[in-house]
């Protein structure tokens, strides 16, 4: 049998069970860290979508002549801030070691599943694919190639999940602008391969159903918003670009040089006779 | 999502499936021998002290029987996923470490510690990262011990043992005293603690009753 001896009297009791408050202490303790930690990233990462989003819609600045030279821009700041985030990581993965991870994996999810969506943002506006597991697993390891932590399966698709609602609102706000119609429908169909490979994926993970539904109102979104462009388009036969220009510049004559692309005040008379010139 | 990135979650998915699966298949094992102790361990209250040994002797084989499916269990987890896992059998568990500190107590009238229980369990300390025996578990197989003493506190008098109340009162205090020591989160583990009391009072009542009608031995042991 075993060589200790049981416990007979409350002071060894006692003693075992102080034991035992030093144990679930350092183990409330540290997970309250990771849950604080992981609060830090949910925030830093809303701030990069954010941005994303705050820069493809920006028309004023002058410097972005045409979708890709903004989306570069978008790209190249939200790395900055995606590398910050990655430190964030890195400075608390030593809470994460061996064992522990899956201990605390719950504890540092809800962050990791939002970084895991800024960086498919990022990803998809600079290649418009979906970022790989691999991929991420990468961005999440130090320069010598030692991961952080594990990156586990369910929080790779479901933060890869809420990535098709922020695709939704960069499509529909795309729209009113120069190009943006052929965008929406891009993301349109990007969007309903997602949907569908996440289809597969939903009996093995729980939450994912929900996501699934969310994304099915989003792309619906985005389907009305194409169906309302397709439909519209088809009463002028004009080319995309032209029938953008005409909507931009009856934007800046209504209003001023403050808002739509266009800075140059035009009456309405003059837009006519220039509309009418495309027509031969 | 490009193919080669589909086929490697596909095939993660399928794995953690098969796992899952797998390990199901233990724990029903597992289950079905703490049940079985159980169920054999429910006579305490209707065997007189003199029989005991004899029906403790008679769950001694299903516990030695637990090491087979511990080892299965520990032998299916990947390398540090236990807390991954773990939640799939913790109930199994703690009705182990139950049936194991219950015979003991009835036994010696003592308590096995943690390093005792997973022996007994055949819980191998390389384990550590895939299958262990954790703090919370033998608490919660602690709990339940007190819960079933303080029906046998009630059972023993009507058994006509007196001095088994007196005893499970003094070995129930102390651990309840062990249990006030720690800072526990608002989980389930508190609020079983919190039922502890109640489990302490009705032990006390019994020993009250027995006291005043002078059917406790009045010396010592």
């Known amino acids: ?280 | 999502m490009d193919s080669a990135n589909l086929d490697f979650i596909n095939r993660m998915l399928e794995q953690d499936s098969e796992l899952r699966e797998k390990i199901k298949d233990q724990v029903t094992e597992f289950d079905k021998k703490t049940r079985t102790m159980t169920g054999l361990l429910n006579k305490i209250h209707s065997t007189p002290t003199a029989q005991l040994p004899l029906l403790l002797d008679s769950v001694q084989p299903i516990l030695e029987s637990c090491k087979e499916t511990t080892g299965a269990i520990a032998n299916l987890v990947p390398a540090n996923q236990f807390w991954r896992w773990k939640e799939m059998w913790s109930i199994s568990l703690r009705n182990a470490v139950f049936s194991a500190t219950l015979i003991e107590y009835l036994r010696s009238g003592t308590l096995l510690t943690l390093p005792q229980v997973s022996d007994i369990l055949g819980i191998q300390p390389e384990w550590q990262d895939k299958f262990t025996l954790a703090a919370e578990d033998y608490l919660h197989g602690l709990i339940s011990l007190v819960n079933e003493l303080s029906r046998l506190a009630v059972n023993s008098v009507t058994l006509g043992n007196y001095e088994e109340p007196l005893r499970i009162s003094a070995f129930v205090k102390d651990l309840f005293a062990g249990f006030t020591m720690l800072n526990l989160k608002n989980d389930a583990l508190r609020r079983r603690y919190d039922s502890l009391k109640y489990d302490i009072k009705k032990i006390e009542e019994v020993v009250y009753d027995i006291s005043l009608r002078k059917l406790a031995p009045v010396s010592g042991k």
Not at chain 1, 90 to 107: C, I, T
Not at chain 1, 190 to 198: E, M, Q
């Open chain 1, 1 to 280: 049998m075993s060589k200790q001896t049981t416990l007979n009297t409350r002071s060894a009791i006692i003693q075992v069970f102080d034991g035992f408050r030093n144990e679930l202490d350092d183990h409330n303790d540290r997970r309250e860290r990771l849950i604080k930690s992981s609060r830090d990233v949910t925030n830093l990462s809303k701030k990069v979508i954010f941005l994303l989003h705050r820069i493809m819609t920006d028309d004023a600045s002058p410097e972005d002549q045409d979708d890709h030279a903004r989306a570069a821009r978008a790209v190249s700041k939200s790395r900055d801030k995606l590398k910050e985030i990655q430190n964030l990581f890195a400075g608390f993965s030593h809470e994460l070691q061996g064992e522990r991870f899956w201990r605390y994996q719950r504890a540092v999810s809800p962050g990791l599943q939002e970084y895991i969506e800024a960086l498919s943002f990022t990803y998809y506006l600079e290649t418009g694919r979906l970022i790989s597991y691999h991929e991420v697993q990468k961005t999440l390891s130090d320069a010598e190639g030692n991961n952080y932590f594990p990156l586990s399966v369910e929080d790779y698709l479901l933060g890869l999940s809420d990535l098709t609602g922020e695709l939704m609102r960069y499509a529909i706000s795309s729209i009113p602008r120069r190009g943006g119609r052929a965008k929406a429908n891009e993301v349109c169909a990007f969007v309903r391969n997602c949907k569908a490979d996440f289809e597969s994926f939903t009996p093995y993970i729980r939450d994912l159903r929900k996501k699934q539904n969310v994304t099915s109102q989003s792309l619906e979104k985005i389907e009305d918003a194409a169906y309302a462009v397709a439909v519209r388009s088809s009463e002028y036969d004009l080319p995309p670009e032209i029938l953008d220009d005409l909507v931009s510049r009856t934007m800046s004559s209504a209003f001023g040089g403050d808002h739509g692309g266009s800075t140059r005040r035009k009456r309405p008379r003059e837009d006519d006779q220039e509309g009418m010139e495309y027509n031969d």
